[in-house]
């Protein structure tokens, strides 16, 4: 069960990534260029919000699944899949909760549109630093899926 949990946690990453750029920077253009908050926009911007939390529960899953194999790791790897990758993904996650959350309360278009995209875009340059990729020492040997 773990490889097939593994596999969709690792294909959904790509979902969670793009929904969460794509409303960070729509609703910066829409900052920007003043524009009413598009139907579309919005739903890019939940979308995002459940994307990270399916990311999250199979993540919670994994993780509490594999805890006694940190024991056998060392160094560098056990510190990133023990503490950085788990925390970073949390706190990205919780930013993007936190954007669509306030957005919604929030009563000008303006500041709803500020704060996703501030919200998201932090939100997505933690994801991003927080991913195993193939090319960082502790996700070399993982493959890009």
């Not at 908050?37 to 993780?63: F, K």
């Not at 509490?64 to 949390?90: N, V």
Request: proline residues 3%; glycine residues 8%; hydrophobic residues 55%.
């Amino acid at each position: 069960m773990t490889p097939v949990l593994d596999f969709f946690h690792s294909l959904l990453r790509y979902g969670v990534l793009l929904f969460v750029l794509a409303g960070g920077v729509l609703a910066l253009k829409g900052l920007v260029l003043r524009s009413p908050i598009l139907i579309y926009e919005r739903q890019v911007a939940i979308i995002a919000v459940v994307l990270c939390h399916v990311q999250l529960a199979l993540g919670l899953i994994l993780y509490a699944t594999r805890f006694e194999a940190f024991q056998f790791m060392s160094g560098e790897h056990q510190r990133f899949w023990k503490y950085e990758h788990i925390g970073s993904m949390i706190i990205a996650i919780t930013l993007v909760t936190l954007g669509r959350v306030l957005a919604k309360r929030a009563k000008l278009e303006s500041r709803k549109q500020l704060l996703v995209a501030v919200f998201y875009l932090l939100g997505f340059v933690l994801m991003m630093a927080a991913i195993p990729w193939p090319f960082r020492s502790v996700g070399h040997d993982l493959g890009w899926l």
